[in-house]
């Protein structure tokens, strides 16, 4: 099961060595994940790709109103 993200963005100045070792942990078991998913064709490319992110955008666009209500 995954880790939750650490919270972004980082102040790398205070940063503990624990806390660096934590997320680039984290980060590298995200890259192995992407890599596995690439390897077995679980991506999408071109028109649908650019339509999954539009919507994405939209929900984000639609939060930030919400919120700004």
Partial sequence: ???PAPKYPLD???E???EREARL???LERIAEADADMAAGRYITG????????????????AM?????
């Fill in 65 to 69: 109103v919400r919120e700004a209500g």
């Fill in 47 to 62: 028109e649908e790709l650019d339509a999954f992110l539009e919507s994405e955008l939209a929900a984000v666009k639609a």
């Fill in 12 to 14: 790398l100045a205070t």
């Fill in 25 to 27: 942990a984290w980060e």
């Fill in 1 to 3: 099961m995954a880790q």
């Fill in 16 to 18: 503990t060595p624990a």
